[in-house]
């Protein structure tokens, strides 16, 4: 496809589930964020990476919160034993360069609600 | 340290009139300074972005933006506010690597 790619659109966990979201960035992309944005605030950094390689995991707000990309293509975002506080927008982006501030191109994202 | 602050949580304009959204930024290097808009159930889109080239940066669907490091602000302008323009504007600031920080958005509201 042209543009990022995420699935599931929503997803409703209850709380202590695992979930799991996915996301098919733009071929040839190198760069990979994964952002959590709350109701009615500005997108948080959760992670970056770097064709297979994470090289910034700061941002996630937990250790229940797990990211891959083994391949340097799609790459999943685990959040596991849900809680509350993390419903949210999960939204990825992808860009072309690594450290030269190319654009960001953002999927739709997915809107988890743990109840 | 970098930071971001939209000085303005809600803008609500008439039809045909001028934009304003303000923000100012916080960076320890030279910055990249980016404007993302989002509609409703629509993904974030680049609306411009300013990298020490002309101050004076020109965007999509009208909008410009100019970075004035006196003031350590970079504020989004349109001449003529149309309806579809209604949606979240985001400030965003990058020093290069891969942390990207938002502001916290403004939401405008164009009235007919």
């Known amino acids: 496809g042209a543009g990022v790619s995420q699935s599931p659109r929503y997803k409703v966990a209850k709380r202590g589930q695992d979930v799991a979201l996915r996301c098919d960035p733009i071929?040839?992309?190198?760069?990979l964020f994964w952002y959590q944005q709350a109701l009615g605030q500005g997108p948080e950094f959760l992670t970056y990476?770097?064709?297979?390689?994470?090289?910034?995991k700061s941002g996630l707000p937990s250790d229940r919160f797990f990211a891959e990309r083994p391949e340097g293509s799609v790459s999943t975002l685990k959040i596991q034993r849900t809680q509350q506080e993390d419903s949210a927008v999960y939204l990825c982006?992808?860009?072309?360069?690594?450290?030269?501030?190319?654009?960001?191109?953002f999927g739709n994202g997915t809107r988890l609600t743990v109840t | 340290a970098q930071s971001v602050t939209q000085l303005d949580s809600h803008v609500s304009v008439s039809e045909g009139t001028p934009v304003l959204l303000r923000c100012n930024y916080s960076?320890?290097?030279?910055?990249?300074l980016f404007w993302y808009v989002q509609h409703p159930n629509k993904g974030l889109q680049l609306l411009l972005k300013?990298?020490?080239?002309?101050?004076l940066v020109k965007g999509i669907n009208g909008f410009e933006a100019e970075f004035k490091k006196s003031e350590t602000s970079f504020h989004l302008t349109k001449p003529s506010a149309h309806m579809s323009d209604a949606a979240e504007y985001f400030c965003?600031?990058?020093?290069?690597?891969?942390?990207?920080?938002f502001g916290a958005g403004t939401r405008l509201f164009v009235k007919a």
């Open positions: 982006a992808s860009s072309f360069g690594g450290w030269d501030n190319s654009p960001l191109h």
């Open positions: 071929s040839g992309h190198v760069s």
């Open positions: 990476f770097q064709n297979e390689a994470q090289l910034d």
């Open positions: 960076s320890s290097y030279s910055p990249s």
């Open positions: 300013y990298t020490s080239a002309a101050t």
């Open positions: 965003v600031v990058s020093t290069g690597g891969f942390k990207t920080i």
